[in-house]
């Protein structure tokens, strides 16, 4: 626990991952103020495709819908599925991938042959027949980004336990008698905390993006007010043809930035957990930004 | 002439506010064809100090004063286009454990060529004809000049980055441990070729190394190097005799040397308890694929008894096979054929690897920083067994944790409890390890390399432990490792392992001062202080 | 036997058992729903086919009466025999003849942003790792993941609007223009130049950054490794050690991504053609969703995962030449 804590406080002072977790924040903190901030999303309010005025910061849509208030109202629904989404593909990735790297052998094989298998299969395709066939919904689009999505961040989660696992630490507790439970829950996993927490922040981006494709298609609930149905709607009302910007620029500059700040929320803890790049960062802070490090070692005498 | 003069050479790692010194006001010197050794145990600065001399030194080093000399030139004013030239054609560099520093995907012939054409513009013929006389310098086949590294043994791939070094004939070889990670026995033949290459070439040589003795027997200066800083430096006749600083007598005093001339014990087998039997164990690996499988026998017929208080040493090189002995015993690996047996109060019974011989059998593993978990304290690491294995209860364990520290000799205990194991140094770890291995009270310790990874200085207090905890608690040791001098200083027997196979097993005074297997004598005589000299004469 | 032979055979097995798989799927997810699945599967076609010829569709996709098995080895046999039923919403057209005029074009589109994405992406990926200029470098670096992180068929959506709508720069739709007559002819190609450049740009575009961190972020690994020390000792300049020693080993994680990127360009390709009407799977597959045309559906993801399959095929192929360690 405590391990978690240093390790979110430390990021703080990774110039990349503040500004990321600032972006991300205020998009969290503005998605559940919404109905405090905005009127209904889903109510004839104005003409149709009027540009962005005072009245309507971002315009109506074709169906004389308030832009602003849908992209507020559709980063909850959004966020929200993608954030569950990232967290049950971690634990399916990190249960198989474990148990996976952990015993290995036949075991090992099998999980190993389906994680291949489950990674060269398209992913797109592969959702939409899953989700053509599933009832439209919030429940369909998490089955569906699980279904997907699991297999990447297994293999990178084995790969890591399988290192551990053949180190003289498992093999010391192994040697004392450890249960292969607590060996993996206790001694393992904990150790691969940043690695856990980047795959979460990247099944989050997968989340949102394939979660905004399904949606374009028409495969969510079109009823529902989401970045993607937006998308949907825009498309659908000719937003194109009729050079209506304002109705699709702001859900997917939204989306952008979001995805963004999770990245940059993951760059950061890739440094930290990057000894080297640490170590040049502070030097070439010590000289001033004179620092390449191709060249040959520096020199600053002092005396 | 002096070829390179380091004076008032100072080093810094840079850290977010503040620096730590690696090197303090290093003065050096190195004449034309000399050997100067540079020692000193881990940390004590000696690959950053041959670092900075090249400037290979990566981040977050900083040189912060002194000059580097060389044809009185100072590399530290040098541009780095003047650098690339000295670089190699002046001065070259072989690392310590090449075994990743050639290119994985070029050929070795090819990569061997390279500093011709780069260097000396040589066109591609005329390269390889240099590179296939280089081979043959160190004394590998031609077959190899098309293989890729990955095909080469780890000795192989060390004579290579040996023969890139010579390639352009510089004035001044530095050679950073280049034999560490090799056996003993081909550690002294590369070391010989380097000398005798020395001689026909005339080139000067920096050796670094942690192994004071080594360096006594052929280099012709010595600097002793200890948290920073030179604190001895002479000739190695001056040196040996115990030099000019209180350090460089301990170093002498430390190294396990075999005592070829010591009395026989009045040790007794016959009135000890037979603890644990091996019946020809075999341990066989798959390489290669389904299609093509090639079998290495890791472990051959290998047979052995276990005593209480008594002392076995299995003596073997890396890739002998002794780890996977340790690794069966313990059950961390399968036998494939073969018999272990434990003995208890006159029953014996096959082995299961149970919580109960878990209790009885114990290990302690090459590294310790490996072998403890870097996210929990001491204190966690004694948890988990004593409540495992039912030793204490939960109000108990701190007490009970700190008595076991007191054995190996930690105090204050409660100040180490809470401490994390990048806090401590190699040997208190190890201390830390050998306790938790004694948290059940086990009747057998199997030590896999305990000291290997340890400075030399503190090498022999490891062992006296061990000697002083088999005869507090009549405790049977199993102890792993290629050294025999290490082995000689504490067992009662020595096993001798060659390829997985036992080539000769006695009491360790039978060993030392009667060895009957050739491959025996080969190690007994390169642990000689006189191996060169030896040598040399027989040449 | 020849090691590089095995080892090809080995992989070719591996996709084979990869392209069942994507058939049992097809087979399964249907079944495991509520209710009739048959029914569900064919109800668009009420009217429009005669009984029996209704029985011969289901009997195609393994609807029969009998055990599951049966019924699987049914539809493979159907798959085998190049019958992928029947299109719904291009009835009566088989989905095959409807498949086969699209693939041609995602392929295109698809295939060749992805080679041009890749190089690019890896040489400045190259060029970016190496000269690392620390201010380039806090700025290149989040304004690409920006860029990455748009959905692409929302870049299509921009690039439509701006450069096809504003500039009338670009054409608006299909892959040539409806004047032109197919065929090796100057005016073919150039329309289909025109039309192909806001899509291939947009798929390029989203792309790009991805390619060059990923370079970026192997060659910095791999200039940490101990034999880039070494050479840098040996006194190699910057061009060798760039060229022959990094580059050089960091092509080949970047490759074995390259059978991956394929999968998901291909997922974008596929909503990028949506946007632009391109006559490509992913039009075909919009199609196929409004009018819940399972038949095309089950179709076009077999074909787009065979086309998967078979590219990654190829990738291990040029990976075994360029790499001789996986020939061990």
């Known amino acids: ?303 | 002439m002096t070829i390179l003069s380091v004076e008032n050479l100072s080093v810094e790692y840079v850290a977010e506010n503040s620096s730590t010194e690696a090197l303090r006001n290093i003065s050096i010197s190195v004449e034309s064809n000399e050997i100067l050794g540079i020692v000193g145990e881990s940390g004590s600065g000696k690959s950053t100090l041959i670092k900075s001399i090249m400037r290979i030194l990566s981040a977050p080093g900083l040189i912060t004063s002194g000059e580097v000399l060389f044809n009185s030139n100072d590399i530290l004013e040098m541009t780095d286009e003047e650098i690339l030239e000295i670089r190699w054609k002046e001065i070259s560099l072989v690392k310590q454990k090449a075994l990743n520093s050639l290119n994985p995907v070029s050929k070795i012939g090819h990569q061997i060529a390279l500093p011709y054409r780069f260097h000396m513009g040589m066109n591609k013929s005329e390269s390889e004809k240099k590179a296939r006389h280089l081979l043959d310098l160190v004394s590998i086949d031609q077959i190899y000049f098309d293989s890729y590294p990955h095909e080469l043994s780890g000795g192989m791939r060390q004579r290579v980055i040996i023969a890139m070094a010579m390639a352009l004939e510089p004035k001044l070889i530095i050679m950073d441990e280049p034999t560490t990670a090799l056996d003993v026995i081909t550690e002294h033949e590369i070391i010989d070729s380097i000398r005798s290459l020395q001689k026909e070439l005339n080139f000067s040589i920096i050796f670094i190394t942690h192994d004071l003795n080594l360096l006594l027997q052929f280099a012709d200066r010595v600097c002793v190097l200890y948290d920073g800083e030179v604190v001895d430096y002479g000739t190695t006749d001056v040196i040996k005799s115990g030099g000019n600083h209180a350090y460089t007598k301990t170093l002498l005093d430390a190294i396990p040397r075999i005592d070829f001339s010591a009395k026989p014990d009045l040790h007794n087998k016959n009135n000890l308890d037979k603890i644990l039997s091996l019946d020809s164990i075999h341990v066989k690996y798959q390489l290669g694929s389904w299609m093509i499988p090639e079998i290495l026998h890791a472990v051959n017929d290998v047979s052995l008894d276990l005593y209480s208080s008594h002392i076995t040493s299995i003596i073997g090189e890396s890739g002998s096979g002794k780890s996977t002995i340790a690794k069966v015993i313990t059950g961390l690996e399968n036998s494939d054929q073969g018999k272990l047996t434990q003995y208890n109060d006159g029953h014996e019974y096959e082995v299961v690897h149970d919580i109960e011989f878990r209790k009885n059998v114990q290990m302690i593993f090459q590294d310790p920083f490996s072998a403890l978990n870097p996210i929990h304290s001491v204190l966690h690491h004694f948890e988990r067994p004593l409540l495992r294995f039912g030793i204490s209860s939960e109000k108990d364990i701190k007490s009970k944790a700190c008595e076991l520290l007191e054995m190996v000799e930690l105090n204050p205990a409660e100040d180490f409890l809470s401490k994390f194991p990048h806090e401590m140094s190699g040997g208190e770890c190890q201390r830390v390890c050998i306790a938790r291995a004694l948290c059940s009270n086990p009747k057998l310790i199997i030590a896999d390399e305990p000291t290997s990874m340890l400075d030399v200085s503190i090498r022999s207090d490891i062992l006296n432990l061990f000697i002083k905890l088999k005869e507090n608690f009549n405790l049977s040791i199993l102890l792993i490792t290629h050294d025999i001098a290490s082995a000689s200083i504490c067992s009662d027997e020595i096993v001798v392992l060659k390829e997985g196979r036992v080539v000769e097993s006695g009491a360790t005074l039978d060993i030392i001062q009667n060895p009957t297997h050739d491959y025996t004598k080969n190690l007994l005589k390169s642990s000689r202080d006189d191996w060169f000299t030896k040598h040399d004469k027989e040449r | 036997m020849n090691k590089s032979v095995i080892y090809i055979f080995r992989r070719f097995l591996f996709y084979c058992l990869a392209g069942f798989m994507a058939i049992t799927l097809n087979f399964l997810i249907p079944r495991l729903m509520p209710g009739d699945p048959a029914s569900i599967m064919f109800a668009q076609f009420k009217g429009k086919l005669k009984p029996e010829a209704l029985d011969a569709l289901k009997e195609t996709f393994g609807f029969s009466d009998g055990p599951l098995l049966t019924q699987y080895f049914e539809y493979i046999k159907h798959l085998f025999q190049g019958d992928f039923g029947i299109s719904i919403s291009y009835f009566p057209q088989p989905v095959l003849e409807v498949i086969s005029s699209g693939l041609y074009w995602t392929l295109f589109l698809a295939g060749t942003s992805l080679i041009i994405s890749f190089v690019l992406g890896s040489i400045v990926g190259i060029y970016l790792a190496w000269n690392r200029d620390q201010k380039l470098d806090s700025f290149l670096i989040p304004t690409l993941s920006f860029l990455g992180a748009f959905p692409y068929f929302w870049i299509a959506m921009l690039l439509l609007y701006y450069f096809g709508f504003i500039l009338d720069w670009f054409p608006l739709r299909h892959a040539y223009s409806q004047h032109v007559t197919p065929g090796f002819n100057f005016s073919f190609i150039a329309s289909v130049f025109s039309h192909y450049i806001l899509p291939a740009f947009t798929l390029i575009f989203v792309s790009l950054g991805g390619w060059m961190l990923s370079m970026r972020n192997n060659m910095i690994s791999i200039l940490g490794t101990e034999y880039i020390n070494y050479a840098k000792a040996i006194g190699y300049n910057r061009k060798i050690l760039m060229f022959k020693f990094a580059a050089r080993n960091a092509l080949l994680p970047s490759i074995t991504g390259f059978g991956m990127a394929l999968g998901f360009i291909l997922s974008g390709a596929l909503l990028t053609e949506i946007i632009f009407s391109y006559p490509g799977q992913g039009y075909l597959l919009l199609q196929a969703v409004r009018a819940q045309d399972f038949p095309l559906l089950q179709g076009i993801f077999l074909t787009i995962t065979f086309s998967v399959l078979l590219s990654n095929l190829i990738v291990d192929i040029v990976l075994l030449l360029l790499d001789p360690r996986i020939r061990k």
């Open chain 1, 1 to 303: 626990m405590k391990s978690i804590i240093k390790f979110l406080l430390s990021m703080m002072n990774n110039f990349k991952a503040k500004i990321g977790i600032y972006i991300l924040l205020s998009f969290l903190l503005v998605s559940i103020l919404a109905p405090f901030l905005v009127g209904s999303p889903t109510d004839y309010v104005g003409i149709p495709l009027q540009a962005p005025s005072m009245d309507f910061w971002f315009g109506t849509n074709g169906q004389g819908q308030d832009v602003f208030a849908q992209t507020l109202y559709g980063a909850q629904k959004t966020l929200f599925i993608a954030f569950l989404s990232g967290l049950l593909v971690v634990l399916v990735g990190a249960m198989l991938g474990g148990v996976a790297g952990y015993f290995g052998n036949r075991l090992d094989d099998i999980i190993s042959l389906l994680i291949n298998v489950f990674l060269l299969l398209p992913g797109l395709p592969l959702m939409v027949i899953l989700a053509a066939w599933l009832p439209p919904g919030p429940l369909t689009i998490i089955i569906v980004l699980v279904f997907t999505g699991w297999a990447w961040h297994a293999r990178v989660l084995r790969s890591q336990v399988m290192v551990y696992r053949n180190q003289d630490f498992v093999l010391a507790s192994r040697v004392c008698g450890e249960s292969n439970f607590r060996i993996i829950m206790v001694e393992i996993l904990p150790r691969m905390l940043p690695l856990i927490a980047s795959s979460f922040i990247g099944a989050t981006i997968y989340g949102i993006g394939a979660q905004v494709g399904l949606e374009f298609l028409g495969l969510g609930d079109i009823s529902q007010v989401t970045w993607g149905t937006n998308l949907y709607w825009a498309t659908n009302d000719l937003a194109l043809l009729t050079g209506s910007w304002w109705t699709y620029v702001p859900t997917g500059v939204s989306i952008a930035l979001v995805s963004l700040s999770l990245t940059l929320i993951n760059f950061g803890i890739d440094e930290l957990a990057n000894p080297r790049l640490i170590s040049e960062r502070h030097l070439s802070k010590r000289l001033d930004g004179d620092f390449d490090r191709n060249n040959a070692t520096p020199v600053r005498k002092i005396r």
